[in-house]
């Protein structure tokens, strides 16, 4: 596999101009200048084009109307000259904007141009770290944004919080000829996948994958090797994808995280890759980094 | 560089024994049981014997009298069939211990047998988290320690609150036959480090890498490769180590995040690493992945 070939969620092309969003000028000119382009977000659906190839960025006059709504604004970055902004919008229904819709965002992500699917996992993750963290996690009290959506700040006892990102492990586990996966109790028959896990405070990466394993299929893992990463947010995840050796086959499931795991040959796993599986087994789309895991074993990785 | 060579904080010897959190008769059992042993913190320093190489790992009759200062008591795992406990200790000052005292958490892992290193890490990061977010951040309502101290549980809305761990992307930026270091505006004169920095929402570890070089040195960045991770728990990070190709030269400081960056040959970091330096340029001590990541570009990873 190409590592770096792109994946959904993984590719942008705003410049996230950091120092900007300390500077309330450069704001304050940008939020309605004719050149900016805002993302709106509804219920943590994303407001797509008709055709499901590009995020609708709306300019300022058809944001305006919707500001009332808006919980809180956030400074995305820099399109060449052009600032990019997010807005979360109420209300009960999704506000008509014509010619698009709001979409549910790994739907989205599996039609969208590529290059737009980064600024739709930051749009989405800030956002919902905003809804779902109004007050002071220290004190109680309601906090406000600062730093254009990338702090909040506690008026009572003036703490800080930064919007939160959660690493998690997710691991091809091996052993010569066949990779281990599992199905997830809420997932269809058939449907089998990486076994992952977040990472726990005071835990290396590579001892994270070794004690998700351990816990959710009884395996026991040795060497571990890093691939790639992919940004996932729902709510705001960080996926750090791995190669994991086994060091033992029998499996007991916890049957709380996964209702079952498998070996599965190299050769089953290259037919279902390529569409020509015998319809018993299949793998999550390629908007997951569990499918390039899997495609990246069977070519070869260890 | 070995890369599996123990590092601080990346090491432990508890099982941390998941299914037990959720297990109220396991944990009433366990929590006084004669082999139980817990590891007291006080403001963030552990106790550590007078020796400085392990901690202080309490039996129940030394821990019971401190109950009541106690604001929560985690289960951090097994050691073997024992139980191991963490309590944070409140009061104006440190309670007594004889023979033992409470010590700055990267003073102790200066000392530590490596295998305590894990565990105080793991402690640690548990303990600042929940002490620093005893509210629901959703409500504003105080909060109810569930899961043997891995969840929050809010009484008012019953949102779940999960402990943070934060990754942070740290590199050693090389260009041929020199890699880039900064100083921090805290540090002294002549102490060089690795940059480092947030990963934030929506961002790939080889994208944050980019975006922190870029920012805080105006360097650009090509290639990107993980070496290795490290636990750091101040509060409670991830650091995601990793070596970087520079594909430009010039240096311009944000000032802000470093007060000077610069190009140090190899010949002279290895000098600085074998102790035989001319004294105007060091680096962190062993206990810092950033050691790590220099020794092991010194000796011709990239």
Known sequence: MDRASPIPFALSRLDRADARRRDPEFLGAHLR???TRTLALWRGRALVEADGKALRWLPPADVEPHRGLADTTIFLG?????????ISLGGDAPPDFPGASFVEARAAAMTLDLEDTGALAQARSLVEWHRNHPRCARCGAATEVCDAGYKRVCPGCAAEHFPRTDPVVIMLVHRGERCLLGRQPRFPEGL???LAGFVEPGETIEDAVRREVAE?????VGAVRYLTSQPWPFPSQLMIGCLAQAESEAITVDGN???????IARADARAVLEGAGDGTLWFPPPVAIARRLIAAWVDGET
């Open 216 to 220: 959710e299929a009884g395996v026991r």
């Open 78 to 86: 820099l399109d060449g000259a052009a600032a990019r902004f997010a």
């Open 33 to 35: 200048a004719d050149e």
């Open 192 to 194: 089998f996948t990486c």
């Open 257 to 263: 995280e996964l209702a079952e795991a498998r070996w």
